[in-house]
């Protein structure tokens, strides 16, 4: 759970603008003395996150580097949900670490319009042996206009069909590879008293990943690629009126668990449907593997298959194209001293992924965003899971960055809840084509 | 007696000035500032923009912002009605000094140690409709989808009742404690029951605690949050967004700052306007006294 946590970027905020608060005060100190104590040290400050496995690997990471001599870092790391508030905070009052961690899209380029991100692109031009160690698709949502801001960072997340194969042994079905055997199969599973899909509605951006396939599956990447570009009407497009109609066919068949729009996502709910055999199916982000993995190793070796998303016959969307994460992003504050810049690039030069942080990813069930990862995936445990991803990843023609990152937040959020109003069918189709044609 | 007074004077107005400072620091200098903002275009990290009245006519042409008034008002008119009754009849209640009345007000005080964040959470795991209570036991009246779209709001709401009634008995519990005993004593000789005791004596001496608890109730839950955050943060759909849940997310969450203040001033406006008026409620002389030729 705690390592799905990375991922689950619109989580709720138990914590509150109270700790996220006291936790300015308590860190906008620990900057200061940073960059008193800067200068010709070159001694960098960084921003990450709390929750295993990724925090442990940070911070043994930061360590390694720090004996270096090449600079040193100090890390600070951060509850997932209380960090989104207290770095845009930061970030705002010009109070930023000098390695800013983020998810790319809406936000960064937000930052980035604002000056407050440094412009990496001559610098990583500069460096092309070192560009060329991460995947070829993990730049973009880490640049901006033509201009990287963003160096990628951990691992890669597309969403990807998990599968109860037990429940498909029981009722004699096979793995859907259409949308015509999804609708067979919602029948045929509720039938048998089985939930279809498990779905955490409640947190939104789950139902989000839905749309994300039917847009690329019916009418290809450029239904979203316009709604970015912000074309009138883009909502209203014929393919994405029919994704619309057809979630709400699916809500309509009973394809998704009962109450799902109260089960979600932080609670890991959604995967627990999965994995105790109440629901057949779920779409959710490849971290989810190793998070069913911690809590029920057993059905991941011997019940759990995976999939890509089912094409739908007649769409114009490659069936190898993928949505999801496809990495995550540092950044480099423009507030910080050249000192601690040099720092800064000093550890994204040979800091961030050393053969050793590739081998923790990969033990803990992650593909990080590097091409020397698939020789060690071959050697590891979760070798059927990992080699898959690696692959999807690698061959996607494209990678759609999660709609919520990649729009800007007013868009985002305007998105969210009238994503949670179709699928609850307070809205129709058009209404929501409307509602969200007025934000473009 | 005059020269008492004036003597008294002094040393009040410097003790007064301590707290006066708080409260000028931190509640009107910032109350200041959102009405400043509320003229504003502001997401957060660049630049503040004037906006003129560009963020009130989107917030009051916004749909979203009357139904999260009306589910405000609702909030309010609701909890008010389920916990004053309630309150004041457990508070009458463990007003005895009988040793199981003790005990049950143990009992009964004890969402009051508790957390909202760790209530909201604990009830989202009861309600949870695939795990939690009605599914674990398998009685099939408890596995509704308590907070799914149609049962979200009056649920919420139930849980903020209950977390907070053991608050107000508590203030009843204490208003009912001072009211003289000779009053009941009297009442007695001249032969009222019980329910007649109730009604003639407890209810109106505890006029100036039931005006205290409800004011403390109303404005309570004009700005009532963390207990609906955690729970269904303002979901599904809309169906439990509140007034300043609805701030939250458009100035957190969507990045309009402009417009959180907005609905800031109004929930401002409305909780002055409110506090004030429940005062009212009481008369004007607050020094009129209940227990005259005691």
């Known amino acids: 759970m705690t390592h799905l946590s990375a991922f689950s970027r619109r989580g709720f905020l138990a914590a509150g603008a109270g700790i996220a608060a006291a936790s300015v005060v308590g860190c906008s100190s620990s900057t200061a003395t940073g960059t008193a104590s800067g200068g010709a040290a070159g001694k960098a400050s960084m921003w990450g996150l709390t929750g295993k496995p990724s925090e442990q690997i940070l911070t043994d990471c930061v360590a390694a580097f720090n004996k270096l001599g090449k600079g040193t870092i100090d890390v600070t790391l951060f509850q997932n949900d209380a960090y989104k508030q207290k770095v845009r905070t930061a970030v705002g009052a010009g109070e930023a670490p000098t390695l800013i961690y983020g998810w790319g899209g809406g936000i960064l380029k937000g930052y980035a319009d604002a000056g407050q991100v440094l412009d990496l692109t ?208 540092w950044s480099i504050s423009a507030k910080a001293s050249d000192a601690e810049q040099t720092a800064a690039k000093n550890w994204l030069l040979e800091g961030e992924f050393t053969d050793t942080v590739v081998d923790a990813f990969i033990n803990s069930g992650q593909v990080p965003v590097q091409k020397s990862a698939e020789a060690k995936i071959a050697n590891s445990a979760d070798k059927t899971f990992l080699s898959y991803i690696y692959s999807m990843v690698t061959s996607a023609p494209n990678f759609q960055q999660s709609w919520d990152q990649a729009l800007s937040a007013t868009q985002a959020e305007a998105l969210l809840n009238n994503i949670s109003q179709l699928f609850s069918k307070q809205i129709g189709p058009d209404q929501f084509a409307t509602n969200m044609n007025a934000t473009l | 007696m005059a020269s008492a007074t004036r003597s008294r004077d002094t040393p009040l107005a410097v003790l007064v000035l301590p707290s006066l400072l708080m409260f000028v620091t931190f509640a009107v200098v910032p109350l200041f500032g959102v009405v400043v903002l509320s003229f504003t275009k502001w997401d957060g990290i660049g630049a503040i923009l004037p906006n003129g009245l560009g963020s009130w006519r989107q917030v009051l042409a916004d749909p979203q912002t009357w139904r999260s008034l009306w589910l405000t008002i609702m909030t309010m008119a609701v909890t008010w009605a389920v916990q004053t009754p309630l309150s004041i009849l457990l508070g009458t209640f463990l007003a005895g000094h009988q040793r199981y009345r003790a005990l049950l007000g143990v009992l009964y005080f004890l969402p009051l140690l508790l957390s909202s964040a760790a209530i909201a959470i604990a009830f989202k795991s009861l309600f949870d409709p695939n795990f939690g209570l009605g599914a674990g036991l398998h009685i099939p009246l408890l596995s509704q989808d308590w907070l799914g779209v149609q049962l979200a709001f009056p649920v919420v709401l139930s849980v903020i009742s209950w977390q907070f009634i053991p608050f107000h008995t508590l203030l009843y519990q204490g208003g009912v404690r001072q009211i003289p005993v000779q009053l009941y004593e009297a009442a007695q000789i001249d032969g009222a029951n019980r329910f007649q005791q109730f009604f003639r004596i407890t209810l109106p001496q505890l006029k100036y605690t039931i005006i205290t608890s409800s004011t403390l109730m109303l404005v309570g839950s004009l700005t009532y949050f963390d207990l609906i955050f955690v729970m269904t943060g303002g979901g599904p759909g809309n169906a439990t967004r509140i007034l300043a849940l609805d701030m939250y997310i458009r100035g957190f969450k969507a990045n309009q700052m402009g417009a959180a203040s907005v609905i800031a001033v109004f929930l401002v406006v409305l909780g002055l306007g409110m506090a004030l008026g429940v005062q009212r409620l009481g008369g004007r002389d607050k020094t009129a006294s209940q227990l005259e030729g005691m």
């Open chain 1, 122 to 329: 001559d610098w990583v031009s500069s460096q092309a042996a070192w560009k060329a160690k991460f995947f070829d698709l993990s730049w973009g949502a880490g640049t901006s206009n033509g201009k990287i801001f963003g160096v990628p960072a951990n691992t890669t997340g597309p969403l990807v069909m998990y599968y109860n194969k037990k429940l498909f042994d029981q009722v004699g079905a096979s793995l859907p590879t259409t949308w015509d055997d999804v609708m067979t199969l919602v029948g045929t599973f509720n039938s048998k008293g089985i939930a279809p899909f498990s779905l955490g509605g409640g947190s939104k951006w789950t139902s989000m990943m839905w749309l994300e396939y039917l847009f690329d599956r019916i009418g290809g990447p450029d239904v979203f690629n316009n709604i970015y570009a912000g074309k009138k009407d883009s909502w209203g497009d014929a393919s994405a009126l029919k994704a619309y109609k057809m979630v709400q066919d699916l809500v309509d068949a009973n394809g998704f668990v009962k109450g799902f729009m109260s089960v979600t996502a932080d609670s890991n709910a959604d995967q627990a449907l999965l994995y105790t055999g109440k629901a057949a199916m779920m779409l959710h982000l490849s971290g989810a593997y190793g998070a069913m993995k911690s809590v029920q190793a057993d059905f991941v070796k011997t019940n759990l298959e995976f999939g890509g998303f089912p094409s739908i016959p007649g769409g114009k969307g490659d069936a190898k194209n993928i949505a999801g994460n496809p990495a995550m992003f």
